[in-house]
């Protein structure tokens, strides 16, 4: 039995953040799940789906975050809770509904699981998307570690039902991604029928229902004045305090205790950050003169407790307000234990670290001395890296100067030096072929570089359609590569639609990428990358052509295919490797760059590290020696 | 030939000058260079200051009197057409090989009969047409698939490139048909320093060639009159006609040569041979005879393996009259001239002439 269907409440055990946030909304009684996978939030979405049958839930990879969301609204029009998780640029895919929905308002709990990424340590961006709440005029709940992670998610459902609007719950990086002792709680038995009944319409009055919205955020206000969730550690009448939210919360209990400042500062921690709870935080900050504001990327807390101060000036007196805006916390990166004490230190004019100043190059030092120092790159045996080169040996050989536009998955690493700094643009999902699309249309203004949009399979479902209709209708000169590695690979090879199955591993019916392009009316072609030189001939060949073009390369994500069947293993025969002997100049190990190959300084020829080959071959192909072959078979 | 230079320098020097002929010396034989269709290029620079690349490439440096010494033993004695032992006119006996021939089958008959008889075991030979206009070089290992391989379109294809994969194969005993400048790359191949599989070539019979057509350009310009696809055969008919006629499943296409003119590899201007003068064998067309070759036999290999052909009664030989050969032999000075006045013409300079390295005598002729 996984620790998420355990009935036994008050035990506590061992859970990833993102676990504790399902667990909480299994205690809640949900019913319906809807995602688009995204680091940090792909988990919470996976663990539901484990346990999907035995509590009754539906779960599903949606094609985008807006569409997510949208599903799981009808599941809460018709009385049901919903659960939305998804990364930070995902709440900018699903906006536009949000922007709605809550005027027109929701039914059963609707919660939004926001995970933000700081330090952007898998994404394309380190927005907070807290704003949003402020925003949309919505309420948004922190938690600060992983028992708040559940139990604030349990309550979310609460608060939304009860005012009939979709409730943000926004988690970091650290807190999704870590683990950390959660004490359960009762599992409830659900007895809801899903019925629809009443008008759920934005529009037809919408400064009524903006009015309503504004009079439900003062209700949801009350509620969070007396909430548990808010609370206040350290001296009475303390006169400097750290305001916190989130993870700024252990980071900040960490830093007073290692500088000694228990007895002096005192630590007020608010889990309702939007609406605040005004009352709670005036009560607590009657008696002092210093803040110091500890949150993660955006000064948001930030910004409304000075507004709050400037409103309570009379009430509170002159306060000095350190944080991000002072200069004693970046409004950019994650947070930690360190910066937090350096700034306190700062304040306090106290000299004393809260670690050695040279721990970060000690940690270096020792991390160096087992771990290779190796560049981001492709796995062994990744299908991109065949198509990366395909890519450019096709654009050399064309040699009108022509460029890729990136997009957003495995493939981005195609900037750097794992696809050979292909890629010149990357934004958001579908903006490769989007942009491509504008590039493509440039002619009559001298352009004539040609323009290749490469996209993910799951991305091409996800936001690429669109651009990739508006590039026929308007006859862009494109070229849409499609790089189709089977699934959603980055963030662990959830299945969409291309893929045949469902979020619970049911079979579920195709849409197949060639069928949709085929459909808009473009040329499309298929290709395995490892058929490495008809696919360089194939790329060449469409960029002769005209108008938009589609190639798919398609072959299956290795790291799963490696895991599914044994490989064939390959060798390098040394009696064939003619090392610096060989006109190559270690093209395997050094250009071709796969972490699977590497250079036997001893013998100075190549070697296969047979731990690291996932036997994909392509370097056996590319090898002018012919030194690179399976093991077992006839030479 | 130079030492020390690499693919960077074939790049500056040949690629990037337009002067790459689509031999195919150069591919295939490192990991670095690609070529599709007839476009050759370095796709990433190797960082090697010295490579075979360079050394094989028709259009680097090139010694003629010292290549003539490695073929042949002994300096030309014609200074218009090469060294040769015979100069006949020639046709295939099998008259249904004639007709697929551009000319008097004389190539595939001999290629046939090479394969049928042992004397090669793999042939790199160019199927003129294979459902497109690019023709496409193959590896055939049976007399039976010449005939395929018979007649020509006026677009390079890059058969070392095929010669490259076959020696990676660790093919031997092969016989190669090419165009001058990829015989000239073929000789070089075997006269390098470096070990090549080039040497398994035992047979070369080298086509006459006056210039070749870059596929892009001529691809575009027919792709308006015909269906490329459906393309059988492309002929330039004997002076003063001045056209060229594409043969298609649905008809013939004629236009005027000046339309085709434009689309000449550039490379093709700075060409010196125009008779394959580095071939065992050198074959080609009579002008005014539609159904005969040219047959000019030039190494003792070659002529023992004519004498073969002949007795065996594969292709039937008369003799070439003289004003012919005058003829001949005239055509081949006008594009050697030709050639040395648009190289200076690029290098503005009369001491460098590019890649030719031309012995005295032949700098007084033609310079």
């Known amino acids: ?635 | 030939m130079e030492a020390g230079k690499g693919s960077s320098d074939l790049e500056q020097e040949v690629l990037s000058q337009g002067l790459c002929t689509s031999c195919g010396a150069c591919v295939d034989i490192c990991p670095y260079i690609k070529v599709v269709k007839d476009k050759v290029a370095v796709i990433e620079p190797c960082g090697l200051t010295e490579g075979k690349c360079y050394d094989f490439c028709p259009r680097t440096p090139t010694d003629i009197a010292a290549l003539d010494k490695s073929v042949f033993g002994k300096p030309r004695a014609d200074s218009s057409l090469g060294s040769y032992i015979s100069i006949e006119m020639a046709q295939a006996k099998d008259s249904e090989l004639r007709c697929r021939a551009q000319y008097g089958g004389v190539v595939s008959a001999l290629m046939k009969y090479a394969m049928d008889t042992g004397e090669i075991s793999n042939a790199v030979l160019t199927k003129p047409f294979d459902g497109a206009l690019m023709p496409s070089s193959l590896v055939v290992e049976e007399g039976s698939e010449v005939r395929e391989c018979a007649g020509s379109n006026y677009i390079a294809s890059a058969t070392l490139a095929k010669l490259n994969e076959a020696t990676k194969q660790n093919r031997k005993s092969i016989g190669l048909v090419g165009i001058p400048c990829q015989v000239l790359a073929l000789r070089k191949m075997q006269a390098a320093k470096h070990e090549t599989g080039a040497r398994g070539v035992k047979l070369v019979i080298g086509l006459f060639c006056t210039w070749a057509l870059s596929y892009k350009g001529f691809y575009e310009f027919l792709k308006g009159k015909v269906d490329p696809s459906q393309i059988r055969r492309i002929d330039i008919p004997p002076p003063p006609a001045n056209i060229m006629v594409v043969e298609t499943a649905t008809g013939d296409v004629r236009f005027s040569l000046d339309e085709v003119r434009k689309f000449i590899k550039p490379t093709c201007n700075v060409c010196y041979d125009m008779t394959s003068e580095f071939a065992d064998i050198s074959v080609g067309m009579v002008e005014g005879i539609q159904d005969w070759n040219t047959l000019i036999v030039r190494t003792p290999a070659g002529k023992k393996f004519i004498d073969k052909a002949k007795k065996a009664g594969v292709i039937n030989t008369v003799p070439l009259e003289q004003t012919r050969l005058e003829h001949l032999k005239e055509a081949s000075s006008i594009k050697k001239k030709r050639a040395v006045d648009a190289i200076r013409k690029r290098t503005n300079d009369k001491g460098n002439l590019l890649y030719l390295r031309l012995s005295a005598q032949d700098k007084k002729k033609f310079l």
């Open chain 1, 1 to 635: 039995m996984v620790t998420l269907e355990l009935n036994q409440p008050g035990k506590t055990v061992l859970m990833m953040g993102n676990e504790a946030i399902a667990r909480g909304a299994i205690e809640a009684g949900v019913d319906f799940c809807a995602a688009y996978p995204g680091t940090p939030s792909t988990e919470i979405p996976e663990s539901l789906a484990r346990v999907a049958e035995r509590f009754n839930i539906y779960v599903e990879w949606s094609t985008n975050e807006i569409v997510a969301l949208e599903a799981a609204t009808a599941a809460s029009l018709a009385g049901l809770r919903a659960l939305v998780a998804m990364k930070q640029n995902g709440m900018n895919v699903c906006s536009d509904f949000l922007m709605t929905i809550n005027l027109s308002g929701t039914n059963g709990g609707l919660v939004l699981m926001a995970c933000d990424d700081p330090s952007a340590i898998s994404s394309s961006n380190e927005q907070d998307s807290r704003s949003y709440a402020r925003y949309a005029d919505l309420p948004l709940l922190e938690p600060a570690d992983f028992q708040e992670a559940k139990d604030m998610t349990r309550w979310a459902f609460e608060i939304s039902e009860k005012l009939g609007l979709p409730c943000i719950v926004r988690s970091v990086t650290r807190l999704s991604h870590s683990r950390g002792n959660v004490k359960l709680g009762e599992l409830t038995e659900k007895k809801r029928t899903a019925k629809f009944e009443g008008v759920y319409i934005s529009g037809a009055f919408v400064a009524a229902q903006h009015a309503a919205l504004h009079q439900k955020l003062e209700q949801v206000r009350e509620d969070f004045e007396s909430s548990k969730f808010n609370f206040y550690v350290g001296p009475k009448k303390a006169k400097c305090v750290i305001v916190t939210c989130g993870s700024g919360w252990l980071y900040s209990r960490e830093a007073v205790a290692a500088l000694g400042l228990e007895g002096r500062v005192g630590i007020l921690k608010i889990g309702t950050t939007w609406p605040l709870p005004e009352k709670f935080i005036v009560e607590h900050l009657k008696n002092v003169t210093e803040i110091l504001m500890v949150e993660e990327v955006d000064p948001f807390l930030e910004q409304n407790i000075k507004v709050l101060l400037a409103e309570r000036a009379k009430t509170l007196g002159p306060i000095e307000v350190y944080g991000a805006k002072s200069g004693h916390r970046p409004p950019y990166g994650e947070m930690n234990q360190d910066k937090v004490a350096k700034a306190l230190a700062s304040i306090k004019g106290l000299k004393t670290k809260a670690r050695d100043g040279k721990y970060v190059e000690k940690a270096k030092e020792l991390l160096l001395s087992y771990i290779p120092i190796r560049m981001p790159t492709f796995c062994t045996g990744c299908p991109h890296r065949a198509s990366m080169w395909a890519i450019k040996a096709a654009l050399k050989l064309d040699g009108r100067d022509g460029f890729v536009t990136g997009d957003i998955g495995c493939y981005s690493l195609g900037a750097g030096p794992a696809g050979y700094f292909q890629l010149k643009t990357i934004q958001c999902m579908g903006a490769g072929i989007g942009m491509a699309t504008g590039f493509g249309k440039l002619d009559k203004f001298g352009f004539n570089q040609p323009v290749i949009a490469v996209c993910g399979d799951s991305t091409f479902y996800h936001a690429a359609i669109p651009a990739l209709i508006n590039a026929r209708v308007n006859n862009s000169n494109v070229l849409m590569v499609v790089l189709d590695n089977g699934g959603t690979a980055m963030t662990g090879f959830q299945p969409h639609p291309g893929s045949g199955c469902d979020a619970c591993g049911r079979p579920a019916p195709t849409v197949e990428i060639e069928n949709i392009c085929k459909a808009i009316g473009v040329e499309v072609r298929v290709r395995d990358p490892f058929e490495i030189s008809q696919a360089i001939h194939d790329i060449y060949e469409l960029l002769q052509g005209e108008g938009t073009r589609v190639m798919i390369f398609r072959r299956r994500c290795f790291r799963i295919e490696a895991k599914e069947k044994l490989q064939q293993k390959y060798f390098v025969d040394q009696s064939k490797c003619i090392g610096d002997d060989c006109g190559c100049a270690r093209f395997c190990s050094r250009v071709f760059n796969c972490p699977g190959i590497i250079w036997d300084a001893e013998a100075q020829k190549a070697k296969i590290d047979e731990m690291v080959c996932t036997g994909c071959g392509v370097c056996a192909t590319l090898c002018p020696g012919g030194a690179i072959m399976v093991r077992g078979a006839a030479s």
